[in-house]
């Protein structure tokens, strides 16, 4: 069983970084404890076991999702999408993910939500 808290370090977070690096196609990840530093993801590898990530820090600090583009760091000048991990109110931890295609990672977001795409997708793509 997987359990994280606010103490959580990067060995503990590693399983569910992975799987979200996995599932948006091995973009960057990273993911840290609200404590204690985390985890850095990249093409498949952890390239950091100890990783701060300012924009995590603000999500945690907020508790809210994040989109900012980093002006120091690793990902300086590329968009990143963070957002905390909350057990009710208490805010655990962050996880965020580094759009390296530069906006179009998100663009294509908001473009597979036009009304007129849907006539694309299988009539059983929606629960009635």
Do not use: C, W
């Amino acid at each position: 069983m997987i359990t994280i808290s606010e103490n959580s370090e990067a060995k503990e977070l590693m399983p569910i970084a992975q799987a979200v690096h996995i599932l948006v196609n091995k973009l960057p990840v990273a993911m840290r404890s609200k404590n204690k530093p985390g985890v850095r993801l990249e093409k498949g590898e952890v390239v950091d076991t100890n990783y701060e990530g300012y924009v995590l820090k603000v999500a945690i600090e907020k508790g809210e999702v994040v989109r900012a583009t980093p002006i120091i760091g690793p990902y300086a000048g590329l968009p990143v999408i963070v957002a905390p991990i909350k057990d009710g109110d208490n805010v655990l931890g962050a996880i965020g993910v580094v759009d390296i295609t530069a906006g179009i990672f998100e663009d294509i977001v908001a473009i597979s939500r036009r009304p007129e795409l849907y006539k694309f997708l299988p009539e059983d793509a929606f629960p009635k």
